[in-house]
């Protein structure tokens, strides 16, 4: 446990840090009214803040750095109020959800300079809303399936004879009365069709149409929207290409990244904070993540995240991004109940 003079040094040791990225000297913290204390003195609590693991000492002649365990210190207990609402408006109303995702991923990635990264609702959590059964040819038939999210999915089938342009027609009813409003699992919408009392030429042709739902279904995956791995790498200067691979390589592998948002997350609710080597994935061991889950009540949907240098400002990404995984809450809440 710190003393409150040392915790008041490391937090002064990690604002310089991040506003500089520089070693910070005993004497610049000497010299710090705030402190109250003679440069001695300074510098046996920078000593026992190095024992404890808190504070780095990169070379002989230079001052200390903040180890990932400093900044975890610095998160956990010397940030200010971390539920302070942060000014954001991410103008999601009237968007499509893949629009929605989109423009969450661009704001958060401007307003901060860092990664941002939203993985966007499963297709199988959605609904269906519509369907459109339309005769293009003879022989070709269309089939239009607009689901709860605003997503749209088309499936042209042909058939070895002509068909019946009121078969068409009814399929369309009887497909809209059935699935309007039922998950997209393959599942549900066989039941919901296994209508045996249907006379076999409609079976059949209901049957024929089948693939257009169930292969929506099981090609289902998770989306995810990136942006800004151009300015967090021009704005923070990364001197290690090693560092730069092992990110770009994450970002290249989109499966292992969004399992590594979901195991990060858990079951929680708030943001969640990874520092350099508390990071799963190798790529992210000389960075920090800062992510949220989003979603109905009792339903998680998605994450929002960030992801930059160690010595990003903390209190301001925690602030922005649980505010955006509220903001896209409600999004989604509008959507589903639509």
Do not use: C
Not at 46 to 65: F, I, K, N, Q, Y
Not at 144 to 169: E, H, N, P, Q
Not at 240 to 259: H, K, P, T, Y
Request: proline share 5%; aromatic share 4%; charged share 20%.
């Amino acid at each position: 446990m710190l003393t409150p003079r040392q915790e008041l040094i490391l937090r002064k040791v990690v604002l310089a840090y991040q506003a500089t990225v520089q070693p910070v000297a005993s004497r610049t913290l000497a010299a710090d009214p705030d402190l109250q204390a003679g440069p001695s003195t300074v510098r046996h609590e920078l000593a026992m803040l190095e024992e404890h693991g808190l504070l780095a000492h990169p070379h002989t002649s230079a001052g200390r750095v903040p180890t990932d365990m400093g900044f975890r210190y610095f998160v956990d207990r010397l940030l200010p109020d971390k539920r302070e609402r942060a000014a954001l408006e991410l103008e999601l109303t009237r968007r499509e959800v893949d629009e929605a995702m989109r423009a969450t991923t661009e704001t958060l990635s401007q307003i901060t300079n860092l990664l941002a990264i939203v993985s966007a609702p499963p297709l199988d959590t959605a609904t269906i809303r519509h369907i459109e059964v339309l005769l293009l040819q003879p022989q070709i038939v269309m089939v239009v399936i607009i689901t709860s999210t605003g997503g749209v999915s088309k499936r042209v089938l042909t058939f070895s004879a002509a068909v019946d342009s009121g078969l068409v027609a009814w399929a369309a009813e009887f497909l809209n009365e059935q699935l309007a409003g039922i998950d997209l699992g393959a599942r549900k919408l066989h039941a919901r069709l296994a209508d045996r009392t249907l006379p076999s030429s409609e079976r059949r042709f209901l049957d024929s149409l089948m693939p257009a739902f169930t292969d929506l279904a099981a090609t289902a995956e998770d989306t995810l929207y990136v942006d800004g791995a151009a300015r967090l790498l021009h704005e923070h200067r990364f001197h290690d290409l090693s560092q730069i691979n092992a990110l770009m390589g994450m970002l290249e592998g989109r499966v292992a990244l969004l399992e590594m948002l979901r195991n990060a997350l858990g079951d929680r609710s708030d943001v969640v904070v990874r520092i350099g080597a508390e990071n799963e994935a190798p790529g992210l061991r000389s960075l920090a993540m800062v992510a949220a889950g989003y979603g109905l009540p009792l339903r998680p949907l998605g994450t929002v995240s960030l992801i930059g240098p160690v010595a990003m400002d903390y209190a301001a990404t925690i602030g922005v991004v649980r505010e955006a995984a509220t903001q896209l809450s409600r999004f989604v809440e509008d959507v589903y109940d639509a």
